[in-house]
């Protein structure tokens, strides 16, 4: 008989004889992970099976009506775990939306001008929050030497 090895937890099994191009042991995580990879896989990649599962989710919904909101009164901490997780998201999302992420607009520059010195920074594309080292030379304005 073949021997073949989980492609999950590593270790060797005996393929079914009704299966033998079987690659996951009989283990419950194994088999469970299984499914969620075939799952994510089909998901993504088959539309009559994407628009099965929103329906389906769908009619869970409208024959379990107030089922979240009483879930979120019985379990205070995950509401607030996910009040929490949900302000980290939109920050981070606003954060992207930026344009060109510049958070200072200076809308009367000063006089300096600012040179950008050293190796990396022609890789830079409009983003000044990742400059970890910036060399500042000031403008001076040009003065008469008086004469000797």
């Known amino acids: 008989m073949p021997i073949s090895r989980c492609r999950h937890c590593r270790t060797v099994f005996t393929p079914s004889i009704y299966h033998p191009d079987q690659q996951v042991c009989l283990s419950a ?3 469970r992970t299984r499914r969620r990879e075939d799952h994510r896989k089909r998901y993504q990649t088959d539309p009559l099976y994407r628009q099965q599962c929103r329906e389906s989710t769908q009619k869970w919904r409208e024959a379990t009506p107030g089922y979240y909101r009483r879930y979120r009164q019985s379990h205070p901490e995950y509401a607030n775990r996910n009040r ?19 958070l200072a607009i200076a809308m009367n520059p000063p006089r300096a001008r600012v040179w950008l010195v050293g190796p990396g920074f022609e890789a830079l594309a409009k983003n000044n929050l990742a400059i ?17």
């Open 29 to 31: 995580e194994c088999q």
């Open 84 to 102: 929490e997780g949900q302000r980290r998201r939109d920050r981070k999302r606003q954060v992207a939306d930026l344009v060109k992420n510049n």
């Open 132 to 148: 970890s080292e910036v060399v500042i030379f000031q403008e001076i304005a040009a003065t008469q030497v008086p004469a000797l």
